[in-house]
């Protein structure tokens, strides 16, 4: 089963930017859609953005449309998430996961395992 593996988080000021990375344990991962979630305490797991598999379409949430972009490097069976503008809202777990179709990704149709997300933290 294909492992995934999150990192990049941190602790940033409103208005800061981070960039997330998550690393594909096998480059069969490149056969999906891919795509970021996110859940902040209290709160349930929710959807930020995904990625076709030939990278033609993208998806993001309300919430993040105009601030994330979403990439993939399929040599390196890896995925990105740019994030600018950041803001207190965005504090949260990140997690990346893959699925059928960029559509299926966001109604949280996905076929991976859950890694252990990278944690976001935007101060005010």
């Known amino acids: 089963q294909v492992q995934l593996v999150e990192s990049g988080g941190g602790l940033v000021q409103a208005g800061g930017s981070l960039r997330l990375s998550c690393a594909a344990s096998?480059?069969?991962?490149?056969?999906?859609?891919v795509g970021w979630f996110r859940q902040a305490p209290g709160k349930e797991r929710e959807f930020v953005a995904a990625?076709?598999?030939?990278?033609?379409?993208?998806k993001y949430s309300d919430s993040v449309k105009g601030r994330f972009l979403i990439s993939r490097d399929n040599a390196k069976a890896t995925v990105y998430l740019q994030m600018n503008n950041l803001n207190p809202e965005d504090t949260a777990i990140y997690y990346c996961?893959?699925?059928?179709?960029?559509?299926?990704?966001?109604?949280?149709?996905?076929?991976?395992?859950w890694g252990q997300g990278t944690q976001v933290t935007v101060s005010s």
């Open positions: 996961n893959f699925g059928g179709s960029t559509t299926a990704i966001a109604r949280g149709n996905i076929s991976g395992s």
């Open positions: 096998e480059r069969t991962s490149s056969l999906y859609a």
């Open positions: 990625l076709s598999r030939q990278q033609g379409t993208t």
